[in-house]
Structure formats: C-alpha cells, structure tokens
C-alpha cells in the first residue's frame, strides 16, 4: 500500500492531521495538471475542477499505486485542498483586497454577467471563516458545502461522496446557503462571541 | 446560554421542518418558537427568508483562485523583499498567463532605478530558446523611444526562471485614461496617434510588437504614451518543436490576435495593424468588436479567423450612457453618428481577415487619422462596398487555368464597358457577348474550390470593379446584367442574404434600363430563388407572382423556382406538380442545363421526402444515364447526383446496398469537391446514416461527426444544416450509449441556437425539444426536462402553438411525464419547481383538443 494511499484511509477516517502529508503529495499533481488545462483551453477558460481531480487521481494510481476504494472520495479530499489552496493563496496577499460580490449570485443575472461564475471579488477568506463555524455545528452540511463550492462536483455526485441522498443533500445545500448568506452579510466586527 | 453549535444545530432542525410545511403551519411554528426563544425565531425566520430570495440562485465558484494559489505555490521563491543579482522585488503588479510581474528596484553602482520585472513561468520555455532570446534581446534594446519602454536586461534567476527587465511605467491603460477625461473622438484619436508613432518607430528598426492591447498602451498623468511589452512576444513565442497554435495558447491573448497569428502564420507589420484596429476600434466605442468574455477559446478563435467585425454603432447599446458621456457628448445618437462614416471604414481596414488587405503600414494608417481629423475624406471609403463584392468572389476560386485565361480576356472587354466606351454598338455587343461569357465561367467553375488553382475570379472583378458601382445610375442596363450575374454567383456560393440584395438592386437597374418583361421577369426569378433560399418566403412568393405577371409562369425556370419555393413551405403537392412541369419542359435541353438538372434533383427530393423513394431513384438513374452521355466522367455534375442518389437508393434497395456505394462517393466529392465543402458534408451525412441502419453504429457516428465538422467549417454554427447534423449526431450517440455527455452538449446547442433565430425557418424546434426531454426523462432528470420543454419565458410554448397537431400530441405526452415526474403531482409543491409546473399546467389546460393531460393517465 503507498503511503498516499494509507493517507487517505487516514482522512476518511476522520483523522485531520494528515492534510498536511497529503498537500504535500497532491499538490504538485494538481498544480502540474492545472497548468496543462490551462495549455488546453487557454487562458478564458475556468478551471474544470472535476476534471483536474479524476485526472489527478488517475495520475497517483498509475505513478505511486495510490488505490483507493473509491474515486468519488478522491473528490472530497481534492475539494478541501483547493480551499486550502485558495485561503492561502489569499491570506498570503491581504494587500489585494478583494471582497464586494455576494457569495450567491442569482440565475437572472448569471444571465447577463459577462463571466458569471467568476468568485474573484468574493472575500473568500470570510467564507472559509463561516464555513469552518459551521462546520463545528453540522459537519455532513459544511462538507457539501465545500464539495459545491470547491469541487465542481454536480448534486447527484456530491450525494455520492457524501453516502447520502441527493434529497438530503438538497435540504442541506439550502439550509447552509441560507445561513452562510446570512452570516456573511453581517457587518464585520458584529460577531457573537466564542 | 448554548453554545453557537447548538444555536446552528437547532436552527438547522426547525428550518428543516419549516421547509416541510405550507406559509400557514410555518407561522405557527416561527409563533411557537417564538414563546421560547424569541432571537431563535427572528433568526430562524431571515434563514427562511434568505432561502426564498436565493432559490435558483448559485455560488460563484473560486476555482479560478485554485489556478492562482496552486500557481503561486509553485513559485514561492518569488515574492517582495527577494534580491538577486542587482535587482530586490517590490511588489507584485501583475499576473497573467505568461507568468507574473514585479515591481522591483535596480541599484548600480551610484543609482537605484524602479524597474518591472516579469517572470516566465519556467514550463514554458525551452532552454534553447532562452539562448536565442539573449541575441534578441540587443535588438529590443536598441528600440530608443521615448513612448517605448525600455527593455533593461533579461535572464534567468538562479534557480533558472527566466525574467524579463523593463522600465517601469507609471500609468493608466489608454482607454481607462480616455475615459476618465471625457475625450472626445478627435482627442481620442490625437491620442492614439501618439502610439502610432511609437509603433512605427519600431516598425522601422523591424520589430514587431505583436500583442499590442489597451493594458499594454499605458498613458502617464502628463499624457505621454509609453508601450509596453515591445517585441518580448517573439522571442519567447517559438518553442522547439511545438505547433504554432500552442505557442499561441501560451502567449498571446487569443483576443487581440490577428486571424493569422491563430493559425502560425507568419507574423509581420499587418500583425500589429491588427491589433491597432482592435485598440481604436475599443477607444472609439468602448468595447471590443466581440464579447470575448463570454467566449470559449475555440468561439474566439472562431471569431477572428471568419466573422467580420461588426460596425462600431452596432455594440454600443441604447442605455450606454456612460460609455456617451465619457467621449464628451450628451446623446447617444451623436457618438453613434461621429462613428459612423471614415472611422469605421478605417477600423474595418484593420480588421480584415487577409494582412494584404489591411493598411500595408502604419504611416498609411495614420495618414487616414490625419484626414479624418482634418475633414478630409479618405481613400479607403471610396473602395469598400467593392471589398465586400470580393470577399465573396474570393470564396470562389476558378478551377483550371483555362477558366484564368477566360476571365482574363472577359476582364479586359468587362472594363471596356465600363469605361463608357459604350457609343460603338459593335463594340458594346462584344462586351455583352463578354458579360455572357463571365457568366459561364462562374458556371463552370461552380461549385468546385479546388485549393491552388489561385488565379481567381476575384481578380477579375477587382480590375472591373472600381466602376461597376457607379453604372447604377449611368448605365443601367450594364449593370443590371453584372449585378444578376454576381447575384448568382452568392447564390451559389450560399451567400443567400447577399443575392436577394443584389439581384433587388438588379431588378431595379433593369427596370431603368428600359429591359424587355422577360429579362425583368428572369431577375424577378433569380431574386425569389434567392430569397427562398434565405428563408424570405414571403418575399420569394412576390417576386414569383410579379415575374408571372410579366408572363414568364410558362417558363420552366419559373415552375422550378415555385416549385422549391413550395417545398421549402412543406408544400409537396404543388411542389411535385411545379417540378414535374419544369422536368417535362425541359427534357429536349442539353446534360450541362442548370434548371434541367436543377429540375430534376428537387423533384427527386421531393418524391424522397413524400415516400416515393422507388420514383425518386429512377428520376435519379434516369438523369445520371442522360448526363454521362453528354458529360465527361468526373465532371462535378455527375458527382452531386450520385450524391442525391445515395438516400433514394437506401429506402429502396436497403441501407447495406447503400453504404459501398455511398463510401465511393464520399471519395469521389473528396476528389471532384474538397473534404471541406458542404457536399462533403452532405455525402457524409448520407453515408452515416447508411451505416447507422446497417447497424455499423460506431462508424455511422464517426461519419456524422465528419459531416458536423464540414458544415460547420462551411456554412457556420448557425445554420440550419449545422444544426440538423447536429441533432442527428447527438440522436445517434443516445442510441448507441456510452456518449451521453457528448450527445447532450449537442442537445443544448442546437436548442439554444435554434432558439436564437428569428426568421422563417423549418426547424422542427417542438420535435427536438420533446426529444432531449425524453432523453432526460430516461436518465430520471424530470425537472431538466420540464425546464427544457418550457424553456427560457415559457418561449417552447410559443413555439408548441404553431406545431403540427403529432408533434403537439408528442409534446404533450413528454410534458406530462417530466411534470409527473418533477414532483408537480404533489401537494405541496417545492418552490423550486412551483413556477415550472404552472407554466406545464397552464399549457396543458389551455390545449383541450388533445388526449394527454396531468388528469388522465388512461387515454382514451
């Protein structure tokens, strides 16, 4: 069994620690294959986040015999590295402010926008922080969540990570999206304390 | 107090009930609550609220962020406060596809110096270009200018990211400048001179800027223009033995390239010609020619390479106000009219597709400024309703040489009348007899575009052409005759929109010009065939009743024009009546007669289409027996009736008798036509579609999927045929499964194309929707497949009403099923699909004379 293999039965337990040992293993595939969608499609294109992911997968399998139950779960690990990837990348240039868009944009003006799905001007950094208070509180939600958010999973897929139904799934999306909207559009400074 | 987990778990347990119940339960609820907890309640009722505004709402995605944090993980040697060599990094300013930008400072000997340092991402170059890159790197820095910024020094880092020092700039990028001081378009263009300047500069020192863009125009507080990036483009753009359509990828913007850049042409002056026309074009109207922020890589490719720009006016919008008021006017309608006129006929100068036919440099460029600023009128206007005669004369290469000395000898007695030389009646007879000729060469030329043969009839026309407009008043009956000529040479072209103008404008000149009933009548017909092939049905039918009126209803070129007219309305039976006319009338006429053969081929498709499939192929055999007696093998003729022949023979003789012969006459247009014709695509499709009945499914949808492509090429996206194809291929691939995802990005496209026309057309919108709504239905997809069977403002419905009563019946079945399916049947419906199922309801109650319905699951 590789060691990344055994890395990831560790996280599907539940076992945190290890993100760090994994970020370090799957980073640089992710990074390697992103820039060659990029070479792909060109710059105007959006990451494809699902694809990135199977094709990462795809490349641990072959080259260090990572063997994994189950593929959909690779998702879920991808999904949690690239929030990763994105808090850092932020918290490392504070000096950019971003922030000023609503996290949820709705479908009439996914219309009209000239790159609708585009989330540079959200203050990210703030949803991790809500998504991370949330996730003290309902973890199974936070997760999908994060899948939505990060993975470019669709619904039915995520219930397929998640184990759950895509029924529950939905109820879940919608309670989090609520709350995650409503957390987000408090002014800054007017928190509950811990 | 609970904990704020608590809070959140029991907030997420009520809200969960509360989706559950009808407005009047869930008040009760939020009341009940409210006895224990009033915060809860509050907070659990803004939850609900939140939820109602953002149903159907989405996240945005931060995966272009994943992009840029994997990117600068890679990298994290570089960020501010790094020093090497004579150079400590400031500030990041800048990132792009190429790699990043700093801000950083040099320090010499008895100076310190703000430079910009870019930094190539290091998987893009290849070492031996970096060798090469240190010879050009003397030539760009001789580029001495004071609007050039200044190339200081390039290398690689020590652990080898090659860099690229510059002068660093302080500035706006132009257009954010203009803007931001209201200049008006004579300022504007004043300012744009500037960078003229400067790029002429280099042209002379024979470099070539390459990527010239608004963000690499920048303007300093005082108004000094300094361009960036000059030349670097180059050097780091040819990678050992990558294609040059990768480099491409890696380096340009594909936006602001020229169509040759895309395709590894070579890059010259014209490069930069075009991309100036792209800046000026977006300093003058605030926008580029196309909205390349809503496009694919390969629909901006698309755009460049083949859609001609569209006129300035015609992308600034009625409530661009702003975009009015920052170019110093108050009405849009006076922006509008400073655009139109000299300044667009330059921008379109820029912007052709062929570089010999842009300004050949940039002094040229700028001269026509200057007389736009100076009120003079400008050279290239004068030419420009020619140029778009010639792109189509162009499409249309003439086959051998023999054709090249005809046209050539025709030119030279065409330019003769022209010339009113005209008072000679021998001399004016010879020049008719001259258009007569052109007009046979265009026959014989047509359709076949045989790559090499490259004396065109473009060339031809060129040297005719500077008077030809101008005999519209003159000598009408000249140009009555060339107009009708040139409308049949689009028309064959399938430049069909064009035709119907030209042949109008013909008719007219014929009518000046004093021209018998009959020769009027003749154009009336050539302008209805037009105009049916343009969609214009209306319009078609007029002309057909005027040229009757005239008396030519007799002629069999009549009875073929309303004939297909006929059938393009699904009219067969008066369509088979008109052809069998025109097929009797014309059997004394020679092989090589158009409207025998044309006669012939529709009449054949006609009895296709009305399962008369054993007529059709004997019409077909009949006609094929008649031609190779008088026709040479291999002429094209004899091919496209083949070609037709191939459908009839599969409904008759089966589809495994069908596919040998169609494959030899997929070669055969390959040959006579070229792969990339739209006969080619049509062979194809017949050939698929043999295949797909014989059961060869795999190699049946590889032949569509070739059709596809050559329509595409030929006739564009859009079209009718395109999207048929389409349609056929993703039916195909559902059926043979394993490409679902394949079949359904071709479902969504060919709806929402189809969706986008407005003109008449046959397209069986109502049978395609119900078709990918089934095929959502079988994936259990209802409430897709409702959405799609509604579609964007209930327009489905719209569309549904015009339908044929089977389609209709369809429709209504499939409905029925989603809306079922969608959960609609429910008692309380989910909010997300309330407004799906009324639509569905509403429609299905408002068609009674139907069977299907949400109530009756038992017809009949």
Same mark, same amino acid.
């Not at chain 1, 690779?74 to 850092?88: C, E, K, N, P």
């Not at chain 2, 390459?210 to 300094?226: M, P, Y």
């Not at chain 2, 006929?345 to 050949?360: A, F, T």
């Not at chain 2, 409207?595 to 007529?615: G, H, K, P």
């Given at each position: 069994?590789?060691?990344?293999?055994?890395?990831?039965?560790?996280?599907?337990?539940?076992?945190?620690?290890?993100?760090?040992?994994?970020?370090?293993?799957?980073?640089?595939?992710?990074?390697?294959?992103?820039?060659?969608?990029?070479?792909?499609?060109?710059?105007?294109l959006?990451?494809?986040?699902?694809?990135?992911?199977?094709?990462?997968?795809?490349?641990?399998?072959?080259?260090?015999?990572?063997?994994?139950?189950?593929?959909?779960?690779?998702?879920?690990?991808?999904?949690?590295?690239?929030?990763?990837?994105?808090?850092?990348?932020?918290?490392?240039?504070? +000096?950019?402010?971003?922030?000023?868009?609503?996290?949820?944009? +709705?479908?009439?003006d996914?219309?009209?926008?000239?790159?609708?799905?585009?989330?540079?001007?959200?203050?990210?950094?703030?949803?991790?922080?809500?998504?991370?208070?949330?996730?003290?509180?309902?973890?199974?939600a +936070?997760?999908?969540?994060?899948?939505?958010?990060?993975s470019g999973?669709?619904?039915?897929?995520?219930?397929?990570?998640?184990?759950?139904?895509?029924?529950?799934?939905?109820?879940?999306?919608?309670?989090?999206?609520?709350?995650? +909207?409503?957390?987000?559009?408090?002014?800054?400074?007017d928190?509950?304390?811990? | 107090?609970k904990?704020?987990?608590?809070?959140?778990?029991?907030?997420?347990?009520?809200?969960?009930?509360?989706?559950d119940?009808?407005?009047?339960? @869930?008040e009760?609820?939020l009341?009940?609550?409210?006895?224990?907890?009033p915060?809860?309640?509050?907070?659990?009722?803004?939850?609900?609220?939140?939820?109602?505004?953002?149903?159907?709402?989405?996240?945005?995605?931060?995966?272009?962020?994943?992009?840029?944090?994997?990117?600068?993980?890679?990298?994290?040697?570089?960020?501010?406060?790094?020093?090497?060599?004579?150079?400590?990094?400031?500030?990041?300013?800048?990132?792009?596809?190429?790699?990043?930008?700093?801000?950083?400072?040099?320090?010499?000997?008895?100076?310190s110096?703000?430079?910009?340092?870019?930094?190539?991402?290091?998987?893009?170059?290849?070492?031996?270009?970096?060798?090469?890159?240190?010879?050009?790197?003397?030539i760009?820095a001789?580029? $001495?200018?004071?609007?050039?910024?200044?190339?200081?020094?390039?290398?690689?880092?020590? $652990?080898?990211t090659?860099? %690229?020092?510059?002068?660093?700039?302080?500035?706006?990028?132009?257009?954010?400048?203009?803007?931001?001081?209201?200049?008006?378009?004579n300022?504007?263009?004043?300012?744009?001179r !500037?960078?003229?300047?400067?790029?002429?500069?280099?042209?002379? &020192?024979?470099?070539?800027?390459?990527?010239?863009?608004?963000?690499?125009?920048?303007?300093?507080?005082?108004?000094e223009?300094?361009?960036?990036?000059?030349?670097?483009?180059?050097?780091?753009?040819?990678?050992?033995?990558?294609?040059?359509?990768?480099?491409?990828?890696?380096?340009?913007?594909?936006?602001?390239?020229?169509?040759?850049?895309? %395709?590894?042409?070579p890059?010259?002056?014209?490069?930069?010609?075009?991309?100036?026309?792209?800046?000026?074009?977006?300093?003058?109207?605030?926008?580029?020619?196309?909205?390349?922020?809503?496009?694919?890589?390969?629909?901006?490719?698309?755009?460049?390479?083949?859609?001609?720009?569209?006129?300035?006016?015609?992308?600034?919008?009625?409530?661009?106000?702003?975009?009015?008021?920052?170019?110093?006017?108050?009405?849009?309608?006076?922006?509008?009219?400073?655009?139109?006129?000299d300044?667009?006929?330059?921008?379109?100068?820029?912007?052709?597709?062929?570089?010999?036919? @842009?300004?050949?440099?940039?002094?040229?460029? $700028?001269?026509?400024?200057?007389?736009?600023?100076?009120?003079?009128?400008?050279?290239?206007?004068?030419?420009?309703?020619? =140029?778009?005669?010639?792109?189509?004369?162009?499409?249309?290469?003439?086959?051998?040489?023999?054709?090249?000395?005809?046209?050539l000898?025709?030119?030279?007695?065409?330019?003769?009348?022209?010339?009113?030389?005209?008072?000679?009646?021998?001399?004016?007879?010879?020049?008719?007899?001259?258009?007569?000729?052109?007009?046979?060469?265009f026959? *014989?030329?047509?359709?076949?575009?045989?790559?090499?043969?490259?004396?065109?009839? @473009? *060339?031809?026309?060129?040297?005719?052409?500077?008077?030809?407009?101008?005999?519209?008043?003159?000598?009408?009956?000249?140009?009555?005759?060339?107009?009708?000529?040139?409308?049949?040479?689009?028309?064959?072209? #399938?430049?069909?929109?064009?035709?119907?103008?030209?042949?109008?404008?013909?008719?007219?000149?014929?009518? &000046?010009?004093?021209?018998?009933?009959?020769?009027?009548?003749?154009?009336?017909?050539l302008?209805?065939?037009?105009?049916?092939?343009?969609?214009?049905?209306?319009?078609?039918?007029?002309?057909?009743?005027?040229?009757?009126?005239?008396?030519?209803?007799?002629?069999?070129?009549?009875?073929?024009?309303?004939?297909?007219?006929?059938?393009?309305?699904?009219q067969? !039976?008066?369509?088979?009546?008109?052809?069998?006319?025109? %097929?009797?009338?014309?059997s004394?006429?020679?092989?090589?007669?158009?409207?025998?053969?044309?006669?012939?081929?529709?009449?054949?498709?006609?009895?296709?289409?009305? $399962?008369?499939?054993?007529?059709?192929?004997?019409?077909?055999?009949?006609?094929?027996?008649?031609?190779?007696?008088?026709?040479?093998?291999?002429?094209?003729?004899?091919?496209?009736?083949?070609?037709?022949?191939?459908?009839?023979?599969?409904?008759v003789?089966?589809?495994?008798?069908?596919?040998?012969?169609?494959?030899?006459?997929?070669?055969?247009?390959?040959?006579? =036509?070229?792969? &990339?014709?739209?006969?080619?695509?049509?062979?194809?499709?017949?050939?698929?579609i043999?295949?797909?009945?014989? #059961? !060869?499914?795999?190699?049946?949808?590889?032949?569509?999927?070739?059709?596809?492509?050559?329509?595409?090429?030929?006739?564009?996206?859009?079209?009718?045929?395109?999207?048929?194809?389409?349609?056929?291929?993703?039916?195909?691939?559902?059926?043979l499964?394993?490409?679902?995802?394949?079949?359904?990005?071709?479902?969504r496209?060919?709806?929402?194309?189809?969706?986008?026309?407005?003109?008449?057309?046959r397209?069986?919108?109502?049978?395609?929707?119900?078709y990918?709504?089934?095929?959502?239905? %079988?994936?259990?997809?209802?409430?897709e497949?409702?959405?799609?069977?509604?579609?964007?403002?209930?327009?489905?419905?719209?569309?549904?009403?015009?339908?044929?009563?089977?389609?209709?019946?369809?429709?209504?079945?499939?409905?029925?099923?989603?809306?079922?399916?969608?959960?609609?049947?429910?008692?309380?419906?989910?909010p997300?699909?309330?407004?799906?199922?009324?639509?569905?309801?509403?429609?299905?109650?408002?068609?009674?004379?139907?069977?299907?319905?949400?109530?009756?699951?038992?017809?009949?």
């Amino acid at each position: 069994m590789s060691s990344i293999t055994e890395l990831l039965d560790r996280w599907k337990r539940g076992d945190r620690s290890v993100e760090d040992a994994l970020a370090t293993d799957i980073y640089p595939v992710l990074r390697e294959l992103a820039r060659a969608q990029v070479r792909r499609h060109g710059n105007a294109l959006t990451l494809r986040a699902t694809e990135l992911a199977n094709e990462a997968y795809e490349r641990l399998h072959v080259q260090q015999g990572v063997n994994w139950q189950n593929r959909a779960h690779f998702h879920a690990i991808a999904a949690t590295l690239m929030r990763r990837v994105v808090v850092d990348y932020l918290r490392e240039r504070q +000096a950019e402010k971003r922030g000023g868009d609503q996290l949820f944009i +709705a479908l009439d003006d996914m219309q009209q926008r000239e790159t609708p799905s585009q989330g540079d001007h959200v203050d990210w950094l703030a949803v991790d922080q809500a998504l991370t208070e949330f996730a003290q509180a309902a973890p199974d939600a +936070a997760r999908v969540v994060e899948l939505r958010l990060f993975s470019g999973l669709t619904k039915e897929e995520i219930a397929e990570v998640c184990g759950s139904s895509r029924a529950t799934v939905g109820r879940q999306w919608r309670f989090a999206r609520a709350w995650l +909207a409503e957390r987000l559009d408090v002014v800054p400074g007017d928190e509950e304390p811990g | 107090m609970k904990s704020p987990a608590e809070r959140i778990r029991r907030l997420g347990e009520l809200f969960d009930q509360a989706l559950d119940l009808d407005p009047v339960a @869930r008040e009760e609820l939020l009341e009940h609550v409210h006895s224990s907890d009033p915060d809860l309640a509050d907070e659990l009722a803004r939850l609900i609220e939140r939820d109602q505004k953002l149903l159907g709402s989405e996240p945005r995605s931060a995966l272009g962020l994943v992009e840029s944090g994997l990117d600068a993980r890679d990298s994290d040697a570089l960020r501010p406060g790094l020093s090497f060599g004579v150079y400590t990094l400031e500030q990041e300013i800048g990132q792009g596809g190429m790699g990043r930008v700093f801000r950083a400072t040099r320090r010499g000997a008895d100076f310190s110096q703000e430079v910009a340092i870019k930094f190539v991402r290091r998987d893009l170059v290849h070492p031996a270009l970096l060798r090469r890159f240190s010879t050009e790197r003397a030539i760009l820095a001789a580029l $001495d200018h004071p609007s050039i910024s200044r190339l200081i020094d390039a290398n690689t880092t020590p $652990d080898g990211t090659p860099y %690229v020092v510059m002068e660093f700039v302080r500035g706006q990028a132009i257009d954010g400048w203009a803007d931001a001081r209201q200049l008006g378009l004579n300022e504007r263009l004043a300012l744009f001179r !500037k960078v003229l300047t400067a790029v002429a500069h280099a042209h002379r &020192n024979l470099v070539v800027h390459r990527d010239i863009k608004a963000s690499n125009v920048l303007v300093s507080d005082d108004g000094e223009i300094k361009l960036l990036d000059f030349g670097i483009a180059k050097p780091l753009g040819r990678i050992g033995n990558v294609s040059a359509t990768m480099t491409m990828d890696r380096f340009l913007t594909p936006s602001s390239a020229a169509p040759e850049q895309l %395709v590894g042409g070579p890059i010259t002056v014209a490069c930069d010609i075009h991309a100036l026309g792209m800046l000026l074009y977006e300093l003058l109207a605030g926008r580029l020619p196309f909205g390349f922020a809503n496009m694919t890589p390969g629909e901006i490719e698309h755009a460049i390479r083949q859609l001609p720009p569209p006129p300035m006016t015609s992308r600034i919008g009625d409530t661009d106000m702003a975009l009015v008021q920052a170019r110093g006017f108050h009405q849009l309608r006076e922006l509008r009219e400073g655009l139109r006129g000299d300044l667009e006929h330059i921008v379109q100068r820029c912007l052709r597709k062929r570089p010999s036919e @842009r300004y050949s440099t940039v002094d040229q460029l $700028d001269h026509d400024i200057d007389c736009v600023l100076k009120e003079q009128p400008i050279r290239e206007r004068q030419s420009d309703r020619w =140029y778009r005669w010639r792109k189509f004369v162009s499409r249309h290469r003439v086959a051998s040489a023999l054709s090249a000395v005809l046209f050539l000898t025709i030119a030279t007695a065409v330019v003769a009348i022209l010339r009113q030389n005209v008072a000679i009646t021998h001399e004016r007879d010879r020049a008719q007899r001259a258009v007569g000729l052109l007009k046979s060469a265009f026959a *014989a030329a047509n359709p076949t575009e045989v790559a090499g043969a490259n004396v065109t009839a @473009r *060339a031809v026309l060129e040297a005719a052409r500077p008077s030809l407009e101008a005999t519209f008043e003159s000598q009408p009956d000249v140009y009555a005759e060339l107009a009708g000529t040139l409308a049949e040479v689009e028309l064959a072209t #399938g430049l069909s929109p064009q035709a119907s103008e030209l042949a109008e404008r013909a008719v007219l000149a014929a009518g &000046n010009a004093g021209f018998s009933p009959a020769r009027i009548g003749s154009l009336l017909i050539l302008e209805a065939r037009a105009r049916t092939n343009a969609g214009d049905y209306a319009a078609a039918g007029d002309r057909l009743d005027r040229a009757a009126g005239l008396g030519l209803r007799p002629s069999p070129e009549w009875q073929l024009a309303m004939g297909v007219l006929c059938f393009h309305r699904s009219q067969r !039976k008066d369509a088979i009546e008109h052809l069998e006319q025109a %097929v009797r009338d014309t059997s004394g006429r020679p092989p090589s007669d158009d409207v025998a053969n044309m006669a012939r081929l529709q009449l054949a498709s006609v009895l296709r289409v009305t $399962d008369r499939s054993a007529e059709a192929l004997a019409l077909l055999d009949q006609t094929m027996a008649w031609q190779s007696a008088g026709l040479e093998p291999d002429h094209p003729r004899l091919t496209l009736v083949r070609m037709y022949r191939l459908d009839a023979l599969r409904r008759v003789r089966g589809a495994a008798a069908a596919v040998p012969e169609a494959r030899k006459v997929v070669e055969e247009v390959d040959r006579i =036509y070229s792969p &990339n014709s739209t006969v080619a695509a049509q062979v194809r499709s017949s050939l698929g579609i043999s295949l797909n009945e014989a #059961g !060869k499914f795999e190699e049946g949808v590889q032949a569509i999927r070739e059709s596809l492509a050559a329509w595409r090429n030929t006739v564009g996206n859009e079209h009718q045929n395109t999207l048929r194809t389409a349609f056929n291929l993703a039916q195909m691939l559902t059926d043979l499964g394993g490409h679902d995802d394949e079949a359904e990005a071709l479902y969504r496209e060919v709806l929402q194309r189809s969706e986008l026309r407005t003109e008449e057309t046959r397209l069986p919108l109502v049978f395609w929707r119900s078709y990918f709504a089934r095929f959502l239905l %079988v994936r259990k997809r209802s409430l897709e497949a409702l959405k799609i069977l509604i579609g964007p403002d209930n327009i489905a419905l719209t569309q549904v009403r015009a339908a044929k009563t089977s389609n209709l019946n369809n429709y209504l079945e499939v409905l029925a099923e989603a809306a079922t399916g969608a959960g609609c049947g429910k008692a309380v419906l989910a909010p997300e699909i309330l407004s799906w199922c009324t639509s569905a309801k509403e429609f299905m109650n408002a068609s009674p004379n139907t069977k299907a319905g949400t109530n009756s699951d038992n017809p009949g």
